[in-house]
């Protein structure tokens, strides 16, 4: 299988299976799905789901949104994945592996089950109720703490702090863990300083809830996370951690964001050019001013543009720019 490029092994021994053949895996499975039991079919539909809307960029769609919608999703496939391996306890670290955190918190044993992603009206908060209803669905509504699935919930639009939540009942004790997940874009460092700041503006817990603990997370696709020490009950990834946390899909384009260099703002158009900060700056307001003469039309005239400007190109930049 690895000769024929199907699955990578990686020097620890890990067995990886690169997204591109996810699409393949689901096509045969259309015909042949009906030996699958409860997990597999679960597993198999997050996949669906994940394929459905994260790996055709729309148009319409901003960015950050694709981000969040990928975010739940890939929670989905972890969560169903452990499902479908026979797992239906597991430790909170687990489900966040590869991401770095601190506290004993982690280590609590929680149920799982189906897992499915549900995009609320609801804004989480300590006003949450715990029945929430579906955005754009009418009124189909669901306990998104005790339910028959495990609901991965969008939060809804505005709601400060949170994109991305879901309530773990443990196993040992009464209560719950309920996981927080803020997605970032922003092109500079999150230094200690930034993170306290996030962290202050997190909604507090939901008051209909007894024997709760949070924990919060901070996932960062364009920036380095430079801190000293992780606060207590955080988890983070930056973008040099995403492979490790995402596995397989960390070059997935619902995870990799384009930068449109027609329509971007500064912060994000500097982190395609190479030197320090303030020559990215300078860079990134001249493309703007340019692409106000008229669009900019391939990778090719961005190049050329950048080098009349006495700049230089990520490496990386061609695989992450869009025109």
Same mark, same amino acid.
């Given at each position: 299988?690895?000769?024929?490029?199907?699955?990578?092994?990686?020097?620890?021994?890990?067995?990886?299976v690169?997204?591109?053949?996810?699409?393949?895996?689901?096509?045969?499975?259309?015909?042949?799905?009906?030996?699958?039991?409860e997990?597999?079919?679960?597993?198999?539909?997050?996949?669906?789901?994940?394929?459905?809307?994260?790996?055709?960029p729309?148009?319409?769609?901003?960015?950050?949104?694709?981000?969040?919608?990928?975010?739940?999703?890939?929670y989905?496939?972890?969560?169903?994945?452990?499902?479908?391996?026979?797992h239906?306890?597991?430790?909170?670290?687990?489900?966040?592996?590869?991401?770095?955190?601190?506290?004993?918190?982690?280590?609590?044993?929680?149920?799982?089950?189906?897992?499915?992603?549900?995009?609320?009206?609801?804004?989480?908060?300590?006003?949450?109720?715990?029945?929430?209803?579906?955005?754009?669905?009418?009124?189909?509504?669901?306990?998104?703490?005790?339910?028959?699935?495990?609901?991965?919930?969008?939060?809804?639009?505005?709601?400060?702090g949170?994109?991305?939540f879901?309530?773990?009942k443990?196993?040992?004790? /009464? !209560?719950?863990?309920?996981?927080? %997940?803020?997605?970032?874009? +922003?092109?500079?460092? *999150?230094? @200690? =300083?930034? &993170?306290?700041?996030?962290?202050?503006?997190?909604?507090?817990?939901?008051?209909?809830?007894?024997?709760?603990?949070?924990?919060?997370?901070?996932?960062?696709?364009?920036?380095?996370i430079?801190?000293?020490?992780?606060?207590?009950?955080?988890?983070?990834?930056?973008?040099?951690?995403?492979?490790?946390?995402?596995?397989?899909?960390?070059?997935? /384009? !619902?995870?990799?964001?384009?930068? %449109?260099?027609?329509?971007? +703002?500064?912060?994000? *158009?500097? @982190? =395609?050019? &190479?030197?320090?900060?303030?020559?990215?700056?300078?860079?990134?307001?001249?493309?703007?001013?340019?692409?106000?003469?008229?669009?900019?039309?391939?990778?090719?005239?961005?190049?050329?543009?950048?080098?009349?400007?006495?700049?230089?190109?990520?490496?990386?930049?061609?695989?992450?720019?869009?025109?």
């Amino acid at each position: 299988m690895v000769s024929n490029g199907m699955c990578l092994i990686h020097n620890d021994g890990t067995l990886i299976v690169p997204f591109h053949l996810v699409s393949h895996v689901l096509e045969r499975q259309e015909s042949g799905g009906d030996g699958l039991d409860e997990y597999e079919l679960a597993l198999l539909t997050s996949l669906k789901e994940l394929s459905a809307n994260g790996e055709i960029p729309l148009p319409n769609v901003p960015a950050w949104l694709s981000w969040e919608s990928f975010g739940a999703h890939f929670y989905c496939v972890r969560i169903n994945s452990f499902l479908a391996l026979g797992h239906k306890e597991l430790l909170v670290s687990d489900i966040l592996r590869g991401t770095r955190f601190k506290s004993a918190v982690f280590q609590t044993r929680v149920h799982i089950r189906v897992a499915k992603v549900f995009r609320s009206n609801e804004q989480y908060g300590p006003d949450i109720p715990r029945t929430i209803t579906q955005h754009g669905a009418g009124y189909n509504a669901v306990d998104w703490t005790e339910g028959q699935y495990l609901q991965v919930v969008l939060n809804g639009d505005g709601g400060p702090g949170v994109d991305i939540f879901f309530a773990l009942k443990r196993k040992n004790d /009464p !209560g719950y863990i309920v996981v927080l %997940d803020q997605r970032k874009r +922003l092109g500079s460092q *999150i230094t @200690q =300083l930034g &993170l306290s700041a996030y962290l202050s503006k997190i909604p507090g817990k939901p008051k209909f809830m007894d024997n709760v603990d949070l924990v919060v997370g901070l996932m960062s696709n364009y920036s380095k996370i430079e801190v000293d020490e992780i606060p207590n009950s955080m988890f983070v990834a930056s973008t040099s951690e995403s492979s490790k946390f995402h596995g397989s899909l960390f070059d997935h /384009p !619902g995870c990799t964001i384009a930068i %449109d260099v027609n329509s971007g +703002l500064q912060t994000s *158009i500097q @982190q =395609l050019f &190479l030197g320090v900060q303030q020559k990215r700056d300078r860079i990134a307001e001249s493309i703007i001013e340019h692409r106000k003469k008229g669009r900019i039309e391939s990778f090719e005239q961005l190049a050329s543009i950048v080098s009349e400007l006495g700049g230089e190109l990520d490496p990386l930049a061609k695989g992450r720019t869009k025109f």
